[in-house]
């Protein structure tokens, strides 16, 4: 099976901050990599596909890069409504998902 | 807007059998376009993919499993639906059913477009 670790765990940030998340895969997935926002009780919501591909309806402010074992989602001006759980996940060989990054807002 | 809602008992006994179902509103899951998927949630932990069913019917799974999960489908009824047999207190988790996206000419799916709002199911 293919590995996801994210990193951090957790971060705290304010408002208008620019925030990265990193997740790495224990081998390489291509760009096969997604990126879900998750709030408590709620289901994941598909922010970003292929690494770098914005879902529709979602805000400009959020952008994904990376290719092969590392990638990242970056939140370019941090705002409230950031507060959730991003997970990423790669479909290169099925179907992993990392152990989720906490964002805070300060 | 497809829409995607889990039922099922929340409390299942130990060794027993879990069983949820999917309903589907909004699109069709005999559509070729897409694939029809289970995934868990331990509470506080990441997601676990269970397994999908296509439209052909074909399934595949999670080998982490160890065969205890059974995915199928009733097109009459637009829903699709999970079993999973042998349940012990670590199959306790939110479980989710969601749709994903054919990842071009592979034949697999790819990432998962629309969720489940998630049901909760407690082995105890």
């Known amino acids: 099976d293919i590995q996801m670790t994210q990193s951090p765990s957790t971060l705290s940030a304010s408002v208008g901050d620019r925030v990265t998340i990193t997740c790495r895969a224990s081998?390489?997935?291509?760009?096969?990599l997604a990126w879900y926002q998750q709030k408590p009780g709620k289901a994941p919501k598909l922010l970003i596909y292929q690494a770098s591909t914005l879902e529709g309806g979602v805000p400009s402010r959020f952008s994904g890069s990376g290719y092969g074992t590392e990638f990242t989602l970056t939140i370019s001006s941090l705002q409230p409504d950031d507060s959730a759980t991003y997970h990423c996940?790669?479909?290169?060989?099925?179907?992993?998902f990392g152990q989720g990054t906490r964002v805070e807002i300060k | 807007q497809v829409q995607l809602q889990e039922s099922g008992p929340g409390l299942v006994k130990p060794s027993q059998t879990l069983s949820l179902t999917c309903t589907v509103s909004g699109g069709s899951i005999s559509s070729n376009s897409y694939f029809w998927n289970w995934i868990r949630q331990h509470p506080g932990k990441g997601l676990e993919w269970i397994g999908y069913?296509?439209?052909?019917?074909?399934?595949y799974y999670n080998p982490s499993l160890w065969g205890r999960a059974t995915i199928s489908e009733d097109t009459s009824e637009n829903s699709f639906s999970l079993k999973v047999k042998s349940v012990t207190a670590a199959d306790t988790a939110v479980y989710f059913c969601?749709?994903?996206?054919?990842?071009?000419?592979?034949?697999?799916?790819?990432?998962?477009?629309?969720w489940g709002q998630g049901t909760l199911v407690t082995v105890s």
């Open positions: 069913i296509d439209y052909t019917g074909r399934t």
């Open positions: 969601a749709r994903a996206r054919d990842h071009g000419s592979s034949g697999y799916p790819s990432c998962f477009d629309n």
């Open positions: 996940q790669q479909y290169n060989s099925l179907w992993t």
């Open positions: 081998q390489s997935v291509d760009r096969w």
